[in-house]
């Protein structure tokens, strides 16, 4: 593949305007309304190459305009006089995740409010019968996860042979979930002739492998350089003891002034676990992560926008297309094993030219992990001094937690037993007893305190 034509998009096209840059009156109404008026560096070297109908490679971390940079372009090719109009879809965008997803399609309906276009969600996790009913309806644009989407053609409920325009948006994301073989059979389902845009926030050997096989003659863009964290992203690390983790991150919720919180755990039972400490210590938190729900991750992230949460626990695939803004902390509770996930975990905050604060907390088993991403990065990961961690306050309609006192079992079941008429403990378990969940010997509470911290 050529890789001519690259361009590290700069400071330089900040003096642009929307109406520069050729896009028609309805979508610049559009983009008005939602309060931009000046394009990002992606969004002003993207969309007149997407308008002069050219391939595109993009190197655009999240954060950073990319959806508004192919989708307001495409709205207006594909509204533009004289376009045929099927019944069949013209574009399709392919995603790693329903959040993202989401995002995209709203974007969609957002920037093309004032012109004649329809767009399809699909995914996974909720019902397949009304993305048929809107399929047979017809559609313009459909925006899907790679999954779902092959589990309608296999149904036959969409015909994929009307596409024109694809576009692989956090293409890296997808590779690293495993889509690889979705994607290619994908590919073999759509018309030869056709526009393709890739986005990625990383490059690799199997991203430049799948460009150089979908792409032809393509504009490259990179607006930062390759691999590179969001530079209005601050950055700090805790070394901490894994034990002390939960406790640290207590104290920075409830002594800072995020309002807001986006914590990143590497399991789902690891983000269940954390939320319910979080809750104990008072913080209104909720886990999102791929077991849950549909319904349940909306809730949770309409939550956490809302307002009514403080801390959202996530994982690494559902937090990707999490687009929250003014996010003013993320914490990675625990390092990830690909370095390159840390860059994505980042870019949650920093977003539109906002500025944020990226938090880790390094446990002696992770300072492995966390010399390979400051390898990635380039530079070293400023380490921050531990705070004097304080405890939480008692919660509210809660009794104050008793000092835990050691209970003979023995006594115990034979004190059951005179109280059923028998003489001795019942099932003939003499043996141990439970402790009072949370006390645990020589263990803490978790903290509440003074601190602040960063789904992706």
Request: aromatic letters at 4%.
């Amino acid at each position: 593949m050529d890789w001519h034509g690259s361009l590290q998009a700069g400071e330089e096209n900040h003096c642009m305007s929307f109406q520069s840059l050729g896009l028609k009156p309805e979508l610049l109404r559009a983009v008005t309304e939602h309060g931009y008026t000046i394009p990002t560096p992606v969004q002003a070297r993207a969309i007149p190459e997407v308008l002069a109908g050219r391939d595109l490679l993009a190197g655009a971390q999240t954060g950073t305009g990319k959806t508004a940079g192919f989708t307001l372009p495409i709205l207006q090719l594909i509204t533009a006089p004289g376009v045929e109009r099927p019944r069949n879809p013209r574009v399709l965008v392919l995603v790693p995740t329903r959040e993202l997803a989401a995002q995209v399609a709203d974007s969609v309906k957002t920037y093309g409010k004032y012109v004649p276009v329809s767009v399809t969600c699909i995914f996974g996790g909720v019902g397949f019968n009304p993305q048929a009913d809107s399929l047979r309806r017809g559609t313009d644009i459909v925006v899907a996860t790679p999954g779902r989407l092959l589990d309608h053609v296999q149904q036959r409920t969409i015909d994929l042979g009307r596409i024109g325009i694809l576009v692989l948006d956090e293409a890296d994301r997808m590779l690293d979930m495993g889509f690889i073989r979705d994607i290619r059979r994908i590919l073999k389902l759509l018309p030869p002739k056709r526009q393709n845009l890739m986005f990625s926030a990383t490059y690799s050997d199997d991203i430049r492998e799948l460009a150089s096989g979908l792409l032809h003659d393509p504009v490259t863009i990179e607006v930062a350089r390759r691999n590179a964290p969001i530079e209005l992203v601050t950055q700090h690390a805790f070394e901490v003891r894994k034990d002390d983790k939960r406790r640290l991150l207590s104290h920075l919720i409830r002594n800072s002034d995020w309002g807001q919180v986006l914590v990143f755990t590497r399991t789902k039972h690891g983000a269940n676990r954390l939320t319910k400490q979080l809750e104990d210590d008072g913080i209104n938190a909720s886990a999102i992560h791929g077991n849950k729900s549909q319904s349940a991750r909306t809730k949770a992230l309409a939550d956490f926008k809302g307002g009514r949460i403080t801390a959202l626990v996530a994982t690494e695939v559902a937090a990707r297309g999490l687009d929250i803004n003014q996010l003013p902390c993320v914490v990675n509770y625990e390092l990830p094993n690909v370095p390159e996930d840390y860059v994505h975990r980042i870019g949650r905050t920093g977003r539109a030219g906002s500025t944020g604060v990226a938090l880790s907390l390094v446990a002696a088993e992770e300072r492995g992990l966390l010399k390979d991403i400051e390898r990635l990065l380039g530079r070293p990961i400023q380490r921050a001094q531990l705070p004097a961690i304080s405890e939480p306050p008692v919660r509210p309609n809660r009794p104050a937690a008793r000092e835990e006192r050691y209970v003979d079992p023995r006594a115990v079941a034979q004190r059951n037993g005179r109280q059923r008429g028998e003489g001795g403990p019942r099932n003939g378990n003499s043996n141990g007893y439970n402790q009072r969940r949370g006390g645990h010997p020589g263990g803490y509470s978790s903290g509440r305190s003074s601190g602040r911290s960063q789904r992706g």
